[in-house]
């Protein structure tokens, strides 16, 4: 097959193929970035595949990074654009589930597609758009299937970690995953032991987040993968629970951890180790915690003033638009327009300050200053008093005198 229309990304990319032609060696677009050509799908990043080794490479093009040469990958830098040139190669056994314990660097592009994890990864392309589908991945895209190429269980045992790939797949292509593939997931969930929270992280929440999320829940339920995930050993039925919300796409992963720990039934002060067992920034932690009760409050009834505050805009639409999920309307319109309507939206428009207060009431900064403010913010957004110094200075007063 030839592709009618080959897209930009790959024309800006062909005279580094050309360069490495010259030179007598073959050179191909590979992976991902023909597989989402084929699919009509946005192209990120275009790789490269070469019967080139990698100090081949480097003599060819001046400007290259040396960014995983041990495993055969060059980086080359073309004007703007920068493209990753990885030598064919073909691996040893895995012993540790993750990576190999040799790479072999080869002239045949067959041999390094064998290697690769899925029929449909498994495709390359030359500079004249010509695919070249040695394990029938073309087929496997017309039927929507993810399937490993050769054996399965060879795949999964050399890098555990391409089990999660494959559910992750299944949600972002809205594919099926093929029956020995699945049975293969099944037999060796338990390697996923051996692959770091951060490397499975980062597959779910590509899962998470993807066209159909179903479709790939169900068999990382159904396979028992969620059990070597951080925190989700117990919730096999509250998982399920959470494949049956409302399958429309989720924006952000803050919006898709607040629904599954909305869905799990976490407590309030066990969210934070839980989302820190994903090894989650701070930040992201954060936001997520910023959702759940801005979520609990819309669930109660409508937003308050304080709470807009402290969540800010952003944060109050995006739990807006999670409010389908529970049979609920969101009301972004009004949102915009309460917020919109606050006396002030961050401290830092508060009419006194912290060195202000300190010094028209003669005393050192300590604790009550931080209650003070916050005394006074809360007062300002709910309209008790205007945000005014000599109105501020007054309204303090009365609160210190109490104390």
């Known amino acids: 097959m030839k592709l009618k229309t080959i897209p930009d990304e790959f024309i800006r990319a062909t005279g580094t193929l050309k ?41 060819i093009f001046h400007r290259t990074i040396d960014v995983g040469i041990d495993h055969g990958t060059v980086l080359v830098l073309d004007g703007e654009e920068q493209y990753e040139i990885t030598t064919f190669r073909t691996e040893s056994a895995y012993q540790d589930f993750r990576r190999p314990d040799k790479v072999t660097f080869v002239r045949s592009l067959k041999e390094d597609l064998k290697r690769r994890d899925f029929t449909i990864n498994a495709l390359a392309m030359d500079v004249e758009g010509n695919i070249i589908d040695l394990f029938d991945g073309m087929d496997d895209l017309k039927r929507q299937i993810i399937r490993a190429v050769g054996n399965p269980k060879e795949r999964f045992h050399e890098d555990a970690l391409r089990m999660m790939r494959g559910l992750r797949f299944a949600s972002q292509l809205d594919f099926s995953i093929e029956t020995k593939t699945l049975e293969a997931i099944e037999a060796f969930h338990s390697l996923l032991d051996k692959i770091s929270v951060e490397r499975i992280a980062i597959e779910f929440i590509k899962l998470l987040l993807g066209k159909n999320r179903r479709k790939a829940l169900l068999p990382f339920i159904e396979t028992y993968c969620y059990q070597y995930c951080p925190g989700l050993k117990a919730y096999g039925k509250e998982l399920l629970t959470f494949s049956e919300l409302p399958n429309q796409r989720i924006d952000s992963q803050e919006q ?21 067992a994903w090894k989650l920034s701070n930040h992201v932690i954060h936001e997520v915690q910023q959702h759940i009760y801005g979520l609990n409050q819309r669930l109660r009834g409508e937003w308050q003033p304080r709470d807009l505050f402290d969540l800010g805009l952003e944060t109050a639409l995006s739990v807006e638009n999670l409010l389908f999920y529970f049979d609920r309307n969101s009301k972004l319109e009004e949102t915009k327009a309460c917020y919109e309507q606050l006396p002030i939206h961050d401290r830092k428009q508060l009419a006194v300050s912290g060195n202000e207060l300190v010094t028209y009431f003669n ?12 005394g006074l913010e809360t007062a300002v957004v709910n309209g008790q008093v205007v945000n005014k110094k000599e109105a501020l200075f007054l309204y303090s007063k009365r609160i210190m005198d109490k104390e």
């Open 256 to 276: 898709a951890w607040t629904l599954l720990i909305k869905s799990l039934n976490i407590p309030d002060h066990e969210i934070r180790s839980f989302l820190k």
């Open 19 to 59: 360069e490495i032609q010259a030179h007598g060696f073959e050179a191909y677009f590979v992976g991902g970035s023909v597989r989402d050509a084929l699919l009509n799908q946005s192209i990120h990043d275009v790789d490269i595949a070469t019967s080139a080794y990698p100090e081949e490479i480097k003599q």
């Open 363 to 374: 005393k050192k900064p300590g604790k009550w200053l931080g209650e003070l403010i916050e």
